[in-house]
């Protein structure tokens, strides 16, 4: 049996992200899709005294109407201290904030991105070693892409050998069920409902901001409000 996730990857995701690894055998980086804007892929949320804030990843957009997300570039480095120096202020007096600042200056201080997947996958990684989820992570470059939206799920997941894929729920308007049938591949939609909220700093609890502030808030606790994470 091998469970298998396929999504888009995106800037400091938020915990559902991270659940949906933990529940699978692997999980593949669809960033053979096409970049959109004004979308998770490069950019999310934190929580501040003043209410939400953006973080978002400037890239590189004129122009190029039909890119790839792995096709992204960045558009400069001045974006890592000012996203580094928002996460030291909004996050300076959370329990865990000296233990995560540390996991992650070197990702923000100490390396140059030149495109988007790259930084997003370096992050999710790291993220995923904190956490101690083990899911083997791949991208949909190491497999051989066929035509047709659901089509090429299929098929990824043939190639992968998985005997169940496990979808997000948003995809059901588009998702041609009977096709994973007809290759015995069982069909599940993930369930992001039912998260217990956590200790969280800055006014009323928000369930869809960056994993980032479970992170700095819980630190190794995390595991207990999330759903696919042990101890």
């Not at 892409?145 to 043939?158: F, H, N, P, Q, S």
């Not at 039912?194 to 969280?200: A, I």
């Not at 960056?210 to 995390?222: A, E, P, V, W």
Request: proline content about 3%; aromatic content about 12%; overall charge negative.
């Amino acid at each position: 049996m091998k469970k298998i996730a396929i999504l888009q990857s995106n800037y400091i995701p938020w915990k559902g992200y991270f659940d949906m690894i933990a529940a699978v055998d692997e999980f593949i980086l669809y960033d053979d899709m096409q970049y959109t804007r004004r979308d998770w892929r490069n950019r999310n949320q934190i929580k501040t005294p003043q209410g939400l804030q953006w973080l978002t990843v400037p890239v590189k957009v004129k122009g190029k109407y039909h890119q790839t997300i792995k096709e992204t570039e960045l558009d400069n480095q001045e974006w890592t201290e000012k996203h580094w120096g928002a996460l030291l202020q909004n996050y300076k007096k959370a329990p865990h904030y000296k233990e995560i600042t540390e996991l992650l200056e070197p990702m923000y201080l100490q390396s140059n991105y030149t495109h988007l997947s790259e930084l997003n996958r370096i992050l999710i990684e790291n993220i995923c070693h904190y956490l101690s989820i083990t899911t083997k992570i791949t991208s949909s470059t190491d497999y051989q892409l066929i035509e047709g939206k659901t089509e090429r799920l299929v098929d990824l997941c043939v190639q992968a050998g998985a005997t169940e894929y496990i979808s997000g729920p948003a995809a059901k308007d588009y998702v041609e069920a009977h096709l994973f049938e007809e290759k015995n591949i069982k069909l599940t939609w993930f369930d992001y409902s039912g998260y217990k909220e956590y200790p969280q700093l800055w006014g009323e609890f928000t369930h869809g901001v960056t994993i980032l502030d479970l992170l700095f808030n819980c630190g190794k606790s995390s595991d207990l409000y999330m759903k696919h994470l042990t101890a």
